[in-house]
Each structure stands twice: as C-alpha cells, then as structure tokens.
C-alpha cells in the first residue's frame, strides 16, 4: 500500500503514483520491460478492507483496471486494459503470513508464450522473494 516504499525496493517500476478520482483512490504504474519491448502501464482501483474473522485479522486489498480520462496513454509503452488482483493476508500466529493471491493481466502486444513463460518462471518467484524481504525491512523501518 506504501507507494514510495515501494519504489525503493521493486527495481522494475518506472513511475508510480496514486490519485483521487471520482471518490476511488486510483494508481498508476508503469513497469519497465527489458529491450525490445515496450514498457506496459496500469490504471487500476485499488481498495483495501481490514476484516475481523473470528479474532483473526486478515487484510485484503483488491486491484481492478479501469479508466481516468485523466491520465493518457503514452507514446512506446503499452496500457495493459485487462488487470484484476485480489490478495489476503493472515497471521501465521507465529512471525508469518498466510497469504492468498489472485493476479491476472493481458500485457498485450506480441510476446511469444514461451517468452511469458520463462519470463514467470524466473521472474515471479524472484519478485515474491524480494517483496518478503521488503515486508521484512519496512517492520523494522516503522
């Protein structure tokens, strides 16, 4: 939820920022794509609801693309219109976190399944260790 605490650790954003729009808080994200392709950028809502099940907190946060007139398309990077993530987080009850994760998005364009593939085998297990170590130091940073 901290976008500039983000921005120190996730090496792949090229802008982040949040806005107010129609009473919705409303991001956007640019993310850096490696060389040929075009970086991609999201404008989604983001909501987040603190939920009490039975004594137990679990946080849930829930993303969906959408469409600010506000803020444009840009020429060499490709809007990603099909984005939708929804992510819940409980206690371990020990130093951990049960997390439950739905992501999906279409990144449009031309990129070869095998490319996506590989790309996610690598990349998404490096991404989810890095963002476990971020939570870990952003405890001690508050």
């Known amino acids: 939820m901290d976008l500039d605490y983000r921005k120190q650790w996730d090496e792949y954003i090229e802008e982040l920022y949040q806005l107010e729009h129609n009473g919705d808080t ?4 640019q993310v850096k794509y490696p060389f040929p392709m075009s970086n991609r950028d999201y404008v989604y809502i983001r909501q987040r609801r603190d939920l009490d099940l039975n004594g137990s907190k679990i946080h849930v946060i829930l993303a969906q693309s959408t469409f600010v007139p506000q803020i444009a398309e840009r020429s060499g990077v490709v ?3 099909q984005y939708k993530q929804s992510l819940a987080i409980e206690s371990d009850g020990k130093k951990g976190s049960k997390v439950f994760m739905y992501y999906f998005d279409n990144p449009g364009g031309l990129i070869p399944s095998w ?3 590989w790309v996610a085998k690598g990349s998404v297990p490096v991404f989810l260790n890095n963002m476990a170590n971020a939570c870990q130091m952003y405890k001690r940073r508050t």
């Open 26 to 29: 409303v991001v956007y994200w």
């Open 79 to 81: 809007r990603v219109n």
């Open 115 to 117: 490319l996506i593939n």
